[in-house]
C-alpha cells in the first residue's frame, strides 16, 4: 500500500535499504522505504497518508544526534535534504529544514552576519537542530530563531514564536511532541565584523580537531553537562576512556563522546551509554541526562 501510493505520487523513494550514510555514527540499519521530498507539498500529502494509514514513520535530518537501536527500522524514513533553499536579506535568514547549519553559518559569516559562529561546526541540518536546540560554546540557536513554520498533527501549516518553541538546554517543544514537523524557519542575526566572524569560526575549528574525536563515526556529545560540572570530566574520572562495549568505545580523545570504533551496533551504544550513567551515578551520585535520542 505505501508503496503504491509513494509510487502513484512520483515521489522519490527507495526500498529496503540501509542507512549507514544518513546517520554519523554510521550504523548499519536497514530501514523498509527511504523516502525524500521534494516539496512542501509532496511533504503534507506524504505525511497525511502515512498517518490516515497508520504507518511507522520518522522525519530525519542529517542523522548526527541520533541512535538507531534495532539492525530494522520497520517503517518509513523521510528525508527533507531536498527543502534546502534559503534567503538571506538585511539581518535576517530564511531557511528550510534540510539547509545544512554549517553551509548556513559559512554563508552569514561571508557576509559579515553575526549569530551563527557557534553552529559553524555543527554537522546538522537546521530543522532538526531548532527541534534540539543544538548548541555549542555556551550559545544555541535558540538566541537566533524568530519562528518556525510547523506541519501540525492535523496536517495544517501554523507559525511558531520562539517563544511558543518552548526552548532550554538542548530541549524544545518539538523535542516532545514528534507529530510537529520543521518545515522552515526564520532567524534574526546582526551586522559584525566579516575578519572577526571567520577568525572566531577559524579558532573554534582548530579547537574541535583538537578536542572532539573526528577519526571515528560518532553523533556529537552522548549527555548533557549538570550544572555546574562537566559530562566528559565525570566519565573521565569514572576511568571509563578507552572503556569498549561491543563496537562502541568512550573516545580517548573526550569522555562524552561514543565513537563506532568496529561496525558497532546501536545496541552496542545503547549498553555502553547505560553503563556510563550507572557509574556515574553510583560514583557521584549524579543522572546524566541523554542528548542524543533513542531511536526503536
Given at each position: 500500500?505505501?508503496?503504491?501510493f509513494?509510487?502513484?505520487?512520483?515521489?522519490?523513494y527507495?526500498?529496503?535499504?540501509s542507512?549507514?550514510h544518513y546517520n554519523?555514527?554510521?550504523l548499519?540499519?536497514?530501514?523498509n522505504?527511504l523516502?525524500?521530498v521534494n516539496?512542501?507539498e509532496?511533504?503534507?500529502?506524504?505525511v497525511?497518508?502515512?498517518?490516515e494509514t497508520?504507518?511507522?514513520?520518522l522525519?530525519?535530518?542529517?542523522g548526527?544526534?541520533?541512535i538507531?537501536?534495532?539492525?530494522v527500522y520497520?517503517?518509513?524514513?523521510i528525508?527533507?535534504?531536498?527543502?534546502?533553499?534559503?534567503?538571506?536579506?538585511?539581518?535576517?535568514?530564511?531557511?528550510?529544514?534540510g539547509c545544512?547549519?554549517?553551509?548556513?553559518?559559512?554563508?552569514t559569516?561571508l557576509?559579515g552576519?553575526?549569530?551563527?559562529?557557534?553552529?559553524s561546526g555543527i554537522?546538522?541540518?537546521i530543522?532538526?537542530?531548532v527541534?534540539m536546540?543544538?548548541?555549542?560554546?555556551t550559545?544555541?540557536?535558540?538566541?537566533?530563531v524568530?519562528?518556525?513554520?510547523?506541519?501540525?498533527?492535523?496536517?495544517e501549516?501554523?507559525t511558531?514564536?520562539?517563544?511558543?518553541c518552548?526552548?532550554?538546554?538542548r530541549?524544545s517543544?518539538?523535542?516532545h511532541?514528534?507529530n510537529?514537523?520543521?518545515?522552515?524557519c526564520?532567524?534574526?542575526?546582526?551586522v559584525?565584523?566579516?575578519?572577526?566572524?571567520?577568525?572566531?569560526?577559524?579558532n573554534?575549528?582548530?579547537?574541535?580537531?583538537?578536542?572532539?574525536?573526528l577519526k571515528y563515526p560518532?553523533?556529537g556529545?552522548?549527555f548533557?553537562?549538570?550544572?555546574g560540572?562537566?559530562?566528559?570530566?565525570?566519565?573521565?574520572d569514572?576511568?571509563?576512556k578507552g572503556?569498549?562495549?561491543?563496537g562502541?568505545m568512550?573516545?580517548?580523545k573526550?569522555?562524552?563522546?561514543?565513537?563506532?570504533f568496529k561496525?558497532a551496533t546501536?545496541?552496542?551504544?545503547?549498553?555502553l551509554?547505560?553503563?556510563i550513567?550507572r557509574?556515574?551515578k553510583?560514583k557521584?551520585?549524579?543522572e546524566?541526562?541523554?542528548?542524543?535520542?533513542i531511536?526503536?
Open positions: 500500500m505505501i508503496e503504491n509513494i509510487k502513484s505520487s512520483k515521489i522519490e527507495y526500498k529496503d535499504v542507512l549507514k554519523t555514527y554510521k548499519d540499519v536497514l530501514v522505504y523516502v525524500f516539496s512542501k509532496e511533504l503534507i500529502k506524504l497525511k497518508f502515512l498517518k497508520k504507518a511507522k514513520f522525519v530525519l535530518g542529517n548526527s544526534n541520533v538507531f537501536k534495532n539492525k520497520d517503517g518509513v524514513i528525508k527533507l535534504d531536498k527543502l534546502n533553499k534559503y534567503i538571506i536579506k538585511d539581518d535576517r535568514i530564511e531557511a528550510e529544514a545544512s547549519l554549517i553551509k548556513l553559518a559559512t554563508s559569516a557576509i552576519l553575526s549569530g551563527l559562529e557557534f553552529a554537522p546538522g541540518e530543522g532538526a537542530s527541534a536546540n543544538a548548541g555549542a560554546y550559545h544555541s540557536l535558540s538566541e537566533v524568530e519562528s518556525v513554520e510547523v506541519l501540525t498533527p492535523d496536517n501549516i501554523v511558531m514564536t520562539n517563544s511558543e518552548s526552548f532550554g538546554y530541549e517543544f518539538f523535542k511532541n514528534h510537529y514537523i520543521i518545515i522552515s526564520k532567524c534574526n542575526l546582526t559584525g565584523e566579516k575578519k572577526e566572524i571567520l577568525e572566531l569560526i577559524s573554534r575549528r582548530i579547537r574541535r580537531i583538537k578536542s572532539q574525536p560518532s553523533a556529545s552522548v548533557r553537562n549538570p550544572e560540572m562537566y559530562a566528559g570530566k565525570l566519565i573521565e569514572c576511568g571509563l572503556y569498549k562495549l561491543g562502541a568512550v573516545s580517548l573526550h569522555a562524552n563522546f561514543i565513537v563506532n561496525n546501536g545496541q552496542d551504544i545503547v549498553d551509554i547505560n553503563k550513567r557509574l556515574v553510583e557521584y551520585n549524579v546524566l541526562v541523554l542528548e542524543q535520542i531511536i526503536d
